[in-house]
Each structure stands twice: as C-alpha cells, then as structure tokens.
C-alpha cells in the first residue's frame, strides 16, 4: 500500500511562487517515475511535469522554464518549485506514482491577478 500526501498549496499573487511537496510511504517509492497533475474548474486533469528514477524530467509546454520537478528518494519526496505564478496555473495540483493508480488527494493552488 503507498499513500502520497501533497502540502504547500496556497493563496499567492500572480508572479509569485510556490513549493509543493509530495511525501510517500512505502518502499517502492525510488523505483518509480513520478509525476504532477493539476485539474481547474471544468477542466480535465492533465500532466504538469513527470520525473523518472533516474532524474530525466518532462514538462507541459505552459510551464516550462516556469516549473522545477525534482526529487528525493532518500526522503520519499517529489516537490514541484512553481515561479512565475499565473492566474491559469490555478487547480488543485495531484502527485501520482506512475505507471500505478496511486493518487494524493491534491493540494489547491490559487494564483489571484
């Protein structure tokens, strides 16, 4: 059983910046890709950024050169730097083990122009 558990969501003035952070249980945490998703209102859920074991890294076109995924087996973690903050990047951002159904519940981001 794996649980991930996002926090650092916020409230922040466009342009502004934020740092999630996804903190897993388990054991299978460092052999797996991780990714970042977001959902706004009325909206599908789509891919923010994915990271693989081995630290390769892809983003959705909106937020790149804007958004940093990384990393830490060590800790069981994967955090998602946010900068440059705008009103569209608003959702409620969820941490996802790849290749697996484990979802968190998401942690909500409000950018306000």
């Known amino acids: 059983q794996v649980q991930l558990v996002e926090s650092g969501g916020g409230l922040v003035q466009a342009g502004g910046s934020l740092r999630l952070s996804c903190a897993a249980s388990?054991?299978?945490?460092?052999?797996?890709?991780m990714g970042w998703y977001r959902q706004a209102p009325g909206k599908q859920r789509e891919l923010v950024a994915r990271?693989?074991?081995?630290?390769?890294?892809n983003y959705a076109d909106s937020v790149k050169g804007r958004f940093t995924i990384s990393r830490d087996n060590a800790k069981n973690a994967v955090y998602l730097q946010m900068n440059s903050l705008k009103p569209e990047d608003t959702g409620v951002y969820y941490c996802?083990?790849?290749?697996?159904?484990?979802w968190g519940r998401g942690t909500q981001v409000t950018v306000s122009s």
């Open positions: 996802k083990m790849e290749d697996s159904y484990y």
């Open positions: 388990g054991s299978i945490f460092k052999f797996n890709a």
């Open positions: 990271i693989t074991t081995g630290g390769s890294t």
